[in-house]
């Protein structure tokens, strides 16, 4: 099973989608990171969930209004790029590559695709989410995520196993929709992160919660799990 580390390995010390995130995971013995990406004012590719500066740094400012200069001077921080992540991850862990922007220069996906032929990751990356955007630009280059939903849309198509993957939250999979996706050569991927319980499940606690959602996808022999860092110890337990 793949296991995968959401945003890097996220705790007090190390901030999400940072270096130090990225490289603990790869220490940890994750198989693929999980990042997200935004494109900047300079149209340089940086990693940040948001469109907005000011969840993790405390600063009110887009992403997309500033250079990668400006954004690494009034953070303070060596804010991660897409290409030095590809630098950090190559040969170490693969990657699954969240692209947030749903407005971006016309380079932009272009940009990305040319920086993992750089590094030679077009077949360590798994990208999403399952956008039309994405699927249209993609889909003969690198594997990208299509939702469970609408796989069948994509059946008549030729190397269907080696352009997408099949992507869905915990509660969509079941032990036959893992075994149909599986005799279509597909992988399977979920999420278990702590914002899922909290919506669907308020109050409850969430990490009983994934501790049993995870033991349960792995019974049902899910390809791929991606996990916030507090369920590290359940996804590498037997």
Partial sequence: ????AHRGYVNAKYV??????????IELGYDM???DIRETKDQRIILNHDDSLNRVFAINKKVSDLSVKEIKAITGRDILTL????????????????IKDKSYSRDFLENIYQLLKKYKMLNQVLIYP????????????VKVGVAYNQIRNFEQKEGLADRIFALAMPEIWTQERIKEMHDKNLICL???????FDRNFPGADHLKLAKEYIHQ?????????????????FLFSD
Avoid: W
């Fill in 217 to 233: 996808l792995k019974q049902m022999d899910i390809d791929a799990i991606n996990i916030d860092s507090v369920y590290h110890k």
């Fill in 1 to 4: 099973m793949i296991k995968i």
């Fill in 130 to 141: 399952p956008r039309e955007d994405l699927i249209d630009f993609y889909l003969a280059k």
């Fill in 33 to 35: 990171v999980e990042i």
């Fill in 83 to 98: 290409e030095g992540c590809l630098k950090l991850c190559k040969d170490e862990v693969g990657l699954l590559i969240e």
């Fill in 190 to 196: 979920t999420t278990v992160k702590k914002t899922y």
């Fill in 16 to 25: 999400e989608n940072s270096y130090f995130a990225i490289s603990k995971a």
